[in-house]
C-alpha cells in the first residue's frame, strides 16, 4: 500500500470516533455544516469548492471553485485588474448585461416568490430596481443562467400567465462594482492566471493570520486589505514570515493591512482571553482540543500543565474547580497568563510558574505527588492530570518520569495521567507516536494507551496526543539503602542489585 492511500485509510479510521467525540458537538453548536462535512473537509481534504467555516472567528477557508466556468466569466471583475498590488476598488467596476422582466410594482411580491428559484440571488445585488421609464412598474432582475439566451421556459411563461405579466424579457446592463465582488473573485482576478488564489487564515479577535506562498508574496498588501474589506470585524491582517521557535512558541510576522495592534481578544468554548498575538502561541483551531481534555476532569482532580501558554487548559479546569498547577516558558505567555487568570476570577485556583518544563516537572510537580499520593485513601477519587501540549518536543520530555518518585508505589494511588502531544509524518502516526513515547519512557506502553488524532497539520503531517496512564514501574525508584540511611532499614540484596542494574541499562 503506497503511503497516500495507508495514511488516508489511518486518518479515516478516526472516522466515528472523532464524529462522536470531537467535531460533532462543534459542528452542532456553531455551524450550520452536517459533522460529516466538517470531518471529511478537515482530514481528507477532498471535497472541492468547500467553504469552511469551522466555529464563528476560528478558521477559514477561501474555496478554489466556487462558482462555474459560466458564473465565473459572468461575474468576474474587470480583466484590467490582473497584477494589481495596490488596491484599487474603482478599477473593479464592470456592466454585465442580465435579464429582467417589466412588471406592475403591485404584484412584484407575488412574482419574486413564485420565481424564486430564476430570480437572481447574486448576494450585494438586488433583485427589484426601479424602471427609469414607468415610475408604476418596477424590473426583476433574472439569473441569466436559468434564463439562457434570454428566454423563458414554459414553467416561468405559465407563472407569468397567472399574474398577467407580460412575458417580453428586457436586457439590463448591470453595474458590478468592488462591493458585489467576492474575495477570492477579487484575488482570482488579480493574481496571474493559472496560480493557486486560494489563501486560508485563522481568525484571532480583530486579526486574520495568512500562510501565504511565494507567489503570492507581491500581493500581499492587497490580499490583505481584501480580507479586510470583506470580513467584518478584521481591523489587521498578519502573514508568518518564519516558523514557529519550539522555545517560547511564537514567530515573526508581517502586519499585511489595517491597524498595529496585536493585542486582542478571543472567547474559546465560553471563556474570554485576551494575549498579544505577537508574543505568545495562540492556535483557535486547538478549541475542540482544549475541550475535550477538560471534559475528562473531575470537580477535585489536579492538572499540572507542563505548557501552558495563556492557559486554554488551565483556566477552563480551575472554573470547573480542579486544583491547576500551570507552567510556561516564555515570560510573556507567564505574564498573559497571570493576567487571564484574573480576568477570569480563578487566580486563587491556579498556581502559575515560569520555569523550564522539564524543571517544573522535576520541582512542583514531584513535590506536589509526593506528598498527595501516598495520602490518598481507597474511597478517594481524586486524579492527575499531567498535560505536555509541546508537539514539536513533548515527548522528548517523557523520559523525565523514570524513576520519578521515591519508595513504593501505595496500591490505592491513582497514578497520574499524561496526555501527551507531537507530531508525526509517519505512515502509521499512531504506532510512531507510541513507540516514540515508549524509547523515552523506557517501557511498552502496549495495551496501556491510546492515540487521538488531534489536526491535519500540513500534508503528510499530523498532530496527535497520546494517553497513558504512568506505569509504577517507571514512576517509582525501589529503595536501595545507602551507609547514611537507618540500620534498620531493608538492605540491598544480591537480587536486588541486579534487577537495579537492569534497569540501569534500559534507562
Known amino acids: 500500500m503506497n503511503n497516500f492511500s495507508s495514511r488516508t485509510l489511518w486518518r479515516f479510521g478516526y472516522s466515528a470516533r472523532l464524529l462522536k467525540t470531537n467535531h460533532f458537538r462543534a459542528a452542532a453548536s456553531h455551524t450550520s455544516f452536517p459533522a460529516v462535512w466538517m470531518l471529511l473537509a478537515q482530514y481528507s481534504g477532498r471535497i472541492p469548492g468547500l467553504f469552511v467555516a469551522a466555529e464563528k472567528n476560528r478558521f477559514f477557508t477561501m474555496p478554489e471553485a466556487v462558482e462555474d466556468k459560466a458564473d465565473l466569466e459572468l461575474y468576474s471583475p474587470n480583466p484590467e485588474v490582473r497584477g494589481m498590488t495596490l488596491l484599487n476598488r474603482e478599477a473593479f467596476k464592470r456592466t454585465v448585461l442580465v435579464p429582467a422582466l417589466k412588471v406592475k410594482k403591485e404584484i412584484v411580491n407575488a412574482l419574486v416568490k413564485s420565481l424564486k428559484h430564476t430570480v437572481l440571488q447574486r448576494p450585494g445585488l438586488k433583485r427589484v430596481v426601479e424602471d427609469p421609464e414607468d415610475e408604476d412598474s418596477r424590473l426583476v432582475i433574472l439569473d441569466p443562467h436559468k434564463i439562457p439566451e434570454f428566454s423563458l421556459g414554459e414553467s416561468e411563461q405559465e407563472v407569468l400567465k397567472q399574474l398577467d405579466v407580460c412575458p417580453e424579457v428586457s436586457k439590463y446592463n448591470l453595474e458590478l462594482t468592488y462591493e458585489n465582488f467576492k474575495a477570492e473573485e477579487i484575488l482570482r482576478a488579480v493574481l496571474p492566471e493559472g496560480q493557486e488564489v486560494t489563501s486560508g487564515f485563522s481568525r484571532v479577535g480583530h486579526i486574520a493570520h495568512l500562510n501565504l506562498r511565494d507567489h503570492q508574496l507581491p500581493y500581499r498588501h492587497l490580499i490583505g486589505q481584501v480580507i479586510i474589506d470583506k470580513n467584518p470585524g478584521i481591523t489587521c491582517v498578519v502573514n508568518k514570515t518564519n516558523i514557529i521557535d519550539s522555545t517560547y512558541r511564537n514567530f515573526q510576522m508581517e502586519v499585511l493591512a ?68 500551570a507552567n510556561d516558558l516564555n515570560p510573556e505567555s507567564y505574564k498573559w497568563l497571570l493576567h487571564n487568570c484574573k480576568l477570569n476570577k480563578v487566580e486563587k485556583k491556579i498556581k502559575a510558574f515560569n520555569m523550564d518544563g522539564r524543571e517544573f516537572l522535576l520541582g512542583p510537580v514531584r513535590e506536589e505527588l509526593s506528598k498527595e499520593l501516598p495520602l490518598l485513601k481507597e474511597e478517594q477519587k481524586t486524579s492527575f492530570h499531567i498535560v505536555m501540549n509541546l508537539p514539536a518536543l513533548a515527548i522528548e520530555f517523557l523520559d523525565v518520569f523514570r524513576h520519578f518518585l521515591a519508595g513504593e508505589p501505595c496500591g490505592t494511588a491513582r497514578f497520574p495521567t499524561v496526555h501527551c502531544y507531537g507530531f508525526s509524518k509517519h505512515d502509521d502516526p499512531a504506532k510512531d507516536i507510541q513507540e516514540r513515547a515508549e524509547a523515552s519512557l523506557g517501557t511498552s506502553l502496549a495495551g496501556r494507551c491510546s492515540t487521538y488524532l488531534v489536526r491535519n497539520v500540513a500534508p503528510n503531517k499530523e498532530m496527535l496526543c497520546i494517553s497513558f496512564q504512568l506505569p509504577a514501574d517507571v514512576l517509582y525508584k525501589r529503595p536501595c539503602p545507602d551507609g547514611a540511611n537507618p540500620a534498620s532499614k531493608r538492605l540491598c540484596t544480591s537480587k536486588d542489585a541486579s534487577e537495579e542494574e537492569l534497569e540501569l541499562k534500559k534507562s
Open 258 to 325: 489595517g491597524d498595529n495592534n496585536l493585542v486582542t481578544k478571543v472567547k474559546e468554548n465560553n471563556i474570554a482571553y485576551e494575549l498579544d498575538f505577537s508574543k505568545v502561541y495562540w492556535n483557535p483551531r486547538l478549541s475542540t482540543e482544549h475541550g475535550r481534555i477538560v471534559e475528562l476532569l473531575k470537580p477535585g482532580d489536579v492538572l499540572f500543565d507542563v505548557f501552558a501558554g495563556i492557559g486554554p487548559f488551565a483556566i477552563p479546569a480551575a472554573k470547573k474547580k480542579c486544583q491547576v498547577f
